[in-house]
């Protein structure tokens, strides 16, 4: 069997979903024009991955915390890399009780991720990179039709602005974990991540369930759901691994596969989520000094 062969064969048993295989032969594919280039293969350790993974939850974290009135400590900031300030987020009024109390659980659970993470990578651990909450949800509404241009959109405005912008972060973080356990070969690592995915799918779950309930109030809340998930999917460029929540009359609270499973996105897909393009760039979006850490560009998907 070719090397070539192998790889295909590897990729196929190992790629749970269309997704997953479509980004682990791109990974592949990028390591063998390396290769041809004369260069080493790049390889992706258990330590980038965490790191990825450790930039990820500093965004939700401080979206979050925010959110309810705090913020992360100084010690679970800093690290290697050039530690970032963060920009915009505010306490959001809660009308409803409900969202205010699972929006402060979560904040508790990501920055106990934060915690996590940092602990298990030790001195390797990256800093806190710069983290936009403001300018870059104002870029993601009006891509997504939400705002026209010129305007701003406010996440911690209210209720239903908060739920909109979790939506755009959680259906992320649980494809990121996803996509991302092929790579891990250390299987305590990949205990973890499967606990930290696990967690993150119950946040989505949370959030979707949320937004479908006040699209039962207002049917504008449909649409405006479907626009977001439309743009994640546009930048990604891999395809219909992105879903909304559905409609009034047919509901789709747990987006997966055709064998019910949920998909997965390579760490340069995620980027091309989270700088808000479909070019292959080292910042952007919500990180406007890129990520810290030897994953941070982008996939070109135009």
């Known amino acids: 069997m070719s090397d070539a062969d192998f790889l295909t064969d590897a990729i196929n048993r190992s790629g749970e979903t269309r997704a997953d295989r479509q980004a682990l032969a791109g990974m592949v594919a990028s390591a063998g024009a390396h290769q041809v280039d004369g260069a080493e293969a790049p390889e992706i350790s258990d330590g980038s991955i965490l790191?990825?993974?450790?930039?990820?939850?500093?965004?939700?974290?401080?979206?979050?915390?925010?959110?309810?009135?705090?913020?992360?400590?100084?010690?679970?900031?800093?690290?290697?890399?050039?530690?970032?300030?963060?920009?915009?987020?505010?306490?959001?009024?809660?009308?409803?009780p409900v969202i205010r109390k699972f929006a402060a659980e979560i904040a508790a659970d990501e920055r106990a991720h934060v915690a996590f993470l940092r602990k298990a990578l030790g001195g390797a651990a990256v800093s806190r990179p710069a983290i936009s909450l403001d300018q870059s949800f104002t870029a993601a509404a009006v891509a997504a039709g939400l705002i026209q241009p010129g305007e701003t959109f406010d996440a911690y405005a209210n209720d239903l602005n908060f739920l909109f912008a979790a939506f755009l972060f959680e259906d992320v973080g649980v494809t990121a974990f996803k996509g991302a356990a092929p790579f891990i070969t250390n299987k305590t690592y990949l205990d973890a991540a499967a606990g930290l995915l696990a967690t993150e799918a119950y946040h989505a779950g949370i959030v979707r369930t949320s937004?479908?309930?006040?699209?039962?109030?207002?049917?504008?809340?449909?649409?405006?759901?479907?626009?977001?998930?439309?743009?994640?999917?546009?930048?990604?460029?891999?395809?219909?691994?992105?879903?909304?929540?559905?409609?009034?009359?047919?509901?789709?609270?747990?987006?997966?596969?055709?064998?019910?499973r949920a998909f997965g996105?390579?760490?340069?897909?995620?980027?091309?989520?989270?700088?808000?393009?479909?070019?292959?760039?080292?910042?952007?979006?919500?990180?406007?000094?890129?990520?810290?850490?030897?994953?941070?560009?982008?996939?070109?998907?135009?």
């Open 265 to 302: 996105r390579s760490p340069e897909h995620i980027l091309n989520i989270v700088y808000l393009t479909t070019e292959s760039v080292t910042s952007g979006g919500f990180y406007p000094d890129g990520l810290n850490g030897d994953l941070r560009r982008s996939a070109k998907t135009a």
């Open 51 to 96: 790191n990825f993974a450790l930039n990820l939850e500093y965004l939700e974290a401080e979206f979050y915390l925010r959110a309810s009135g705090m913020t992360l400590p100084d010690e679970l900031t800093t690290g290697a890399g050039t530690r970032g300030d963060v920009t915009g987020g505010r306490p959001v009024q809660f009308t409803n």
């Open 211 to 260: 937004l479908y309930n006040e699209g039962m109030i207002d049917d504008a809340v449909f649409c405006a759901v479907e626009k977001i998930s439309a743009v994640r999917g546009a930048v990604d460029g891999v395809g219909t691994d992105d879903q909304a929540i559905g409609t009034a009359e047919s509901i789709n609270l747990v987006p997966t596969d055709a064998e019910g």
